[in-house]
């Protein structure tokens, strides 16, 4: 197991990763990585992430919800009560509101995309609780000119910004990007492009390496 890992999130909220097992490490990095830092044993963090096997208590279900992907389960232990990811009936994945926010995960590599699922609703409850926001969608600037463009999944917020970019906007944020006092930070630095893209905006094929 490795020593814990703290992310400073565009200075707005810190994050501690309790001694994550490799596989762990690696994901964060992977994603996060550009918000690593060394760490800082006085440093209070916002959001704290255990394995489940780090937790003090055991934590009793109270309630299972069906819900569209997933199933849930409503938790309680010594922190209070939780949200839970349910996986084999299990709790696998989870959240403890409060200050600091805490998440919980079972120590399989599989529950990955659920841990950081929960990391970002946990830098929105920290950064709300500052007056802040990690909003889900594109932002451009032009001048003294900011837009954000917001819509559900698929709904064409990445072609609305590409179609931007080639107008003379420049590139904030493509999916997600915090906004705390009247300021936009850059949360993910890439546009993730898919073949959709490239078919719906035939130009861009020009602009790309002609290996991809």
């Known amino acids: 197991r490795m020593s814990d890992i703290l992310l400073d999130v565009c200075g707005l909220a810190r994050v501690r990763v309790g001694s994550p097992s490799g596989w762990l490490a690696d994901a964060v990095e992977g994603r996060l990585g550009r918000f690593m830092i060394a760490d800082d044993a006085g440093a209070r963090a916002d959001i704290v992430i255990s394995g489940m096997s780090n937790a003090e208590e055991s934590f009793?279900?109270?309630?299972?919800?069906?819900?569209?992907?997933?199933r849930l389960g409503c938790v309680v232990g010594r922190r209070g009560r939780g949200v839970f990811l349910l996986h084999r009936e299990r709790p696998d994945v989870g959240i403890f509101p409060g200050a600091p926010v805490e998440i919980f995960y079972e120590e399989r590599p599989g529950a990955w995309r659920r841990i950081y699922a929960m990391i970002l609703f946990a830098l929105d409850l920290a950064l709300r609780s500052k007056s802040g926001l990690l909003f889900h969608g594109a932002c451009l600037?032009?001048?003294?000119?900011?837009?954000?463009?917001?819509?559900?999944?698929?709904?064409?917020?990445?072609?609305?910004?590409?179609?931007?970019?080639?107008?003379?906007?420049?590139?904030?944020?493509?999916?997600?990007?915090?906004?705390?006092?009247?300021?936009a930070h850059l949360f993910e630095p890439e546009i993730l492009l898919r073949d959709h893209h490239v078919r719906k905006l035939p130009w861009l094929r020009d602009a790309l390496p002609p290996d991809i």
Not at 60 to 70: F, I, K, N
Not at 154 to 179: E, F, I, M, P, Q
């Open 141 to 183: 600037a032009r001048g003294d000119r900011t837009a954000l463009v917001g819509g559900q999944r698929a709904s064409g917020k990445t072609l609305l910004a590409l179609s931007l970019l080639r107008r003379g906007w420049g590139y904030v944020a493509d999916d997600k990007l915090l906004l705390h006092g009247g300021e």
């Open 60 to 70: 009793e279900t109270l309630c299972v919800l069906p819900g569209p992907q997933h």
